[in-house]
Every structure is written in structure tokens, then in C-alpha cells.
Nanobody, 126 residues
Framework: QVQLVESGGGSVQAGGSLRLSCAAS????????LGWFRQVPGREREGVAT???????AYADSVKRRFTISRDNAENTLYLQMNSLNPEDTGTYYC????????????????????WGKGTLVTISS
């Protein structure tokens, strides 16, 4: 049974940083396409960053040079380091995994993913 459990969300002021974690079980983070997505009420879930099994990671334009996706194969954990946060980054952040290990060669869309965590809330105040 695949489980993805996010942690690390919280409330910070604009300009601050947060590091999200996603602990995986039932799936190896070294073998899947992994991604972080976010959603705010009334809007569609959007891709933030995705990491293929090998190759280049992909980021949404709005987070480039501020967010970094990474994984620790030994810990079977996915991370998202978020710096220079602004109020537009507020939302619920979800970790996801896809069996297509190459992430289709682009920033993944929600319907590309096969497994989801339950999300962690990030709130950025101005």
C-alpha cells in the first residue's frame, strides 16, 4: 500500500522559508516521478515542482530560483525547500508520485500522478 505523508507546513511571514517533507512508503522515491503540487480554495491544483527518476527537474515559472525539490533515497523522502516566500505561495501543498518515472519530460500535471498525500497547509502573511 502506497502512502505519502507530508509535513513541514506552517505560517511564516513574507520573505521567510519553509522546508516541506514527504515520507513515502510502499513506493521507492528513487524509482518514480515525484512532485509537489499546491491548491488554494476556488482554484485548480497546480504543479509546483517535479523530479523524474533521472534527468532534469521542472518548476513552475512562479517558483523558479526560489524553490528546490530534492529527495533522499536512503530516507525514502521527498523535500521541497521554499525560500523568499510571498503571500501568493499560500495554499495546501501535496506530494505525489507517478509510475511514469520520467514525468513525461515536463512539469507534471495533477492527472499525470498516481498517488497522493493528504497535504500540508502553508500560509504566508504579508
Amino acid at each position: 500500500q502506497v502512502q505519502l505523508v507530508e509535513s513541514g507546513g506552517g505560517s511564516v511571514q513574507a520573505g521567510g522559508s519553509l522546508r516541506l517533507s514527504c515520507a513515502a512508503s510502499g513506493v521507492s522515491v528513487s524509482s518514480y516521478c515525484l512532485g509537489w503540487f499546491r491548491q488554494v480554495p476556488g482554484r485548480e491544483r497546480e504543479g509546483v515542482a517535479t523530479m523524474p527518476r533521472f534527468g532534469t527537474t521542472a518548476y513552475a515559472d512562479s517558483v523558479k530560483r526560489r524553490f528546490t525539490i530534492s529527495r533522499d533515497n536512503a530516507e525514502n523522502t521527498l523535500y521541497l525547500q521554499m525560500n523568499s516566500l510571498n503571500p501568493e505561495d499560500t495554499g495546501t501543498y501535496y506530494c505525489a508520485a507517478a509510475r511514469d518515472a520520467l514525468c513525461r519530460g515536463r512539469l507534471s500535471r495533477p492527472d499525470d500522478m498516481d498517488y497522493w498525500g493528504k497535504g500540508t497547509l502553508v500560509t504566508i502573511s504579508s
